[in-house]
């Protein structure tokens, strides 16, 4: 505690000594990690986090109460400013005593940890449903990141547990979260596993992609509607978001009160699932002269499913040479487990207005999908998805689909929106024929710039439906959910035999991508 009292008072008083004001400038996050002992308020932080999380689900709202039995490893990052990537900036600062330093521009601090926790109690259970649950909730493996900004506040930015056996780590099973997907879906039993049986009826996959435009105001409506959105149909499995920001001074909303868009999504898609998430800040924006007004923005991932992995690339980034490439970007990878297409790797990002940078950004992006999907435990299938700002016709976006070649190399990607299968649009005309996403905040949307893609061994058909969604209110006075549309798929099991086709040609149904 003394830590953050020490650094709050420093920075709350601090007005510029010299050097150029630094308002307005957006730059990388960078971080020194050290292996730590963890403090007992983040030790609390964590333990009320899960607890609460988890007793407003109702879905497992019968566990009783965890606690912490043993932390296998744990880091601390303290997160500085940098406007070049490479070094921390550095201003000088006079506190209220008037002694003055010249010290890292500091934005906070985050902890890493490696946690096994247990059941206080065995639960009562009445079904045989809670009872497979129980079981599989008495012994859990989490990893989590928590934030600390410089006012001492945490937020929780990546969260993702697996049951545990009784003496060594096991990899998520569907025997071991059969129950768990059961009431996570809604249905009264766990879904099939054996081929043997009923594959077409088991759900379809959900995988939804939305850039939510950031805390722009009124993010608390925003928040309502965007969720709201995303909550028609089936509850989504995966979810990737961009331009999740933490805002120093941004709105306190949700039962912590906290000013980190991770915590408002997962409050309110909490009535349709226990979500693991992930969050990796990519850039940071300073947003006055004393540096005490800041934001920190990364591309989110959230599922329901069991995560085997997690990893993230920094993209390369040409500024100042090139104007356009001024913010840093990232692409966050997530192996999950799914019935319907095995062990997928699920990439997320939010490219650059540079389309010199965004073209060297998705060569990176291709070779990166490579090395995930060859690393041991990897997944043989990609779906990569974001806000990519280039239109289809962008040398980088064909590069993606193997129609351009950059560096003697062509990747090769499809675009979901192009497969066979029902393409819809909440809104009719053109954009529906085109598929547009942007600018939802004009009277006419203009292109097409979010995208969902895949490769690997995967039949063509799987990708049923492919939804645009997220059209503003009728109303002329509300804003729309963001200024992206959204986008959703459903995937059907890779075994799904369609009981009708009118393609004559096979090489036109199925493709090995």
């Given at each position: 505690?003394t830590y ?7 920075l ?5 000594a010299?050097?150029?004001p630094?308002?307005?400038?957006w730059?990388?996050v960078?971080g020194?990690?050290?292996?730590v002992e ?6 609390e932080f ?5 607890n609460?999380?988890w ?6 709202s ?17 997160m500085?400013?940098?406007k070049?990537g ?5 201003l ?6 008037g002694?003055?330093s ?6 906070g601090?985050?902890?890493?940890l490696?946690i096994?926790?247990?059941q ?5 259970a ?5 009872k ?17 900004d ?9 969260h993702t ?9 096991e990899t998520?099973?569907y025997s ?5 997907l ?5 249905i009264a039993?766990?879904p ?9 009826n ?9 850039n939510?435009?950031n ?5 608390s409506?925003?928040?309502?509607l965007?969720?709201?959105k ?15 920001r933490y ?12 000013r980190?868009q ?10 349709v699932?226990l ?5 990796i800040?990519?850039m940071s ?17 959230f ?25 840093q ?6 192996t999950?487990?799914t ?20 073209l060297?950004?998705?060569y990176?992006i291709?070779?990166?999908a490579?090395e995930?999907?060859?690393?041991e ?7 990569f ?5 280039m239109?289809p016709s962008d ?12 560096k003697?190399?062509?990747c090769?990607?499809?675009d ?16 529906g024929?085109?598929?547009l996403?942007f ?21 063509m058909n799987s990708?049923?439906l492919?939804e645009?969604?997220g ?11 963001s200024d992206?549309?959204?986008?959703s798929?459903?995937v ?7 009981e ?14």
């Amino acid at each position: 505690m003394t830590y953050w009292v020490t650094l709050l008072l420093l920075l709350a008083a601090a007005v510029p000594a010299g050097g150029k004001p630094v308002k307005g400038s957006w730059g990388n996050v960078l971080g020194t990690e050290e292996h730590v002992e963890v403090p007992e308020s983040v030790k609390e932080f964590v333990m009320e986090s899960i607890n609460e999380h988890w007793a407003r689900d109702r879905r497992v709202s019968h566990i009783s109460q965890m606690e912490l039995k043993e932390i296998i490893s744990s880091t601390r990052q303290v997160m500085t400013f940098s406007k070049d990537g490479k070094k921390p900036l550095k201003l000088k600062m006079r506190s209220w005593d008037g002694e003055t330093s010249t010290d890292p521009l500091l934005l906070g601090v985050r902890y890493d940890l490696n946690i096994i926790i247990e059941q206080l109690a065995e639960p009562p259970a009445t079904t045989d449903i809670e009872k497979e649950a129980s079981k599989a909730f008495k012994k859990t493996k989490h990893h989590i990141t928590i934030q600390g900004d410089r006012e001492g506040l945490f937020s929780m930015v990546l969260h993702t547990w697996q049951p545990v056996g009784s003496s060594t780590w096991e990899t998520p099973t569907y025997s071991q979260w059969s129950p768990l997907l059961s009431l996570w879906f809604g249905i009264a039993e766990p879904p099939v596993h054996n081929k043997s049986n009923a594959i077409n009826n088991l759900l379809p996959l959900r995988i939804v992609c939305y850039n939510i435009w950031n805390f722009n105001n009124p993010w608390s409506r925003r928040l309502e509607l965007l969720t709201r959105k995303i909550k028609e149909g089936p509850p989504p499995d995966i979810i990737a978001f961009q331009e999740v920001r933490y805002d120093n001074a941004g709105d306190q909303l949700g039962p912590e009160h906290t000013r980190h868009q991770v915590d408002h999504l997962l409050w309110r898609m909490e009535s349709v699932g226990l979500y693991q998430v992930i969050w990796i800040p990519a850039m940071s924006y300073i947003q006055d002269d004393r540096a005490l007004a800041f934001q920190t923005e990364g591309p989110a991932i959230f599922t329901r499913l069991p995560v085997t992995r997690v990893e993230a690339l920094q993209l390369t980034r040409f500024w100042p040479e090139d104007s356009g490439d001024e913010h840093q970007r990232l692409c966050l990878s997530a192996t999950v487990e799914t019935e319907q297409l095995g062990k997928v790797n699920v990439l997320t990002s939010h490219l650059t207005l540079s389309d010199d940078a965004r073209l060297n950004n998705a060569y990176e992006i291709c070779q990166f999908a490579r090395e995930m999907e060859n690393k041991e435990g990897g997944g043989k299938v990609t779906v990569f998805m974001g806000d990519l700002n280039m239109i289809p016709s962008d040398n980088a976006m064909k590069y993606l689909l193997g129609e351009y070649e950059y560096k003697g190399d062509r990747c090769d990607f499809k675009d979901v929106w192009l497969l066979p299968g029902k393409r819809t649009h909440e809104l009719d005309g053109e954009a529906g024929e085109e598929g547009l996403t942007f600018n939802n905040l004009n009277a006419k949307l203009e292109k097409r710039i979010d995208f969902v893609l895949v490769r690997g061994a995967v039949d063509m058909n799987s990708f049923e439906l492919m939804e645009v969604i997220g059209a503003k209110s009728k109303s002329p006075d509300e804003l729309p959910p963001s200024d992206h549309m959204g986008l959703s798929v459903l995937v059907n099991h890779k075994d799904f035999k369609h009981e009708t086709s009118t393609a004559t040609d096979d090489s036109n149904t199925k493709d090995e991508l």
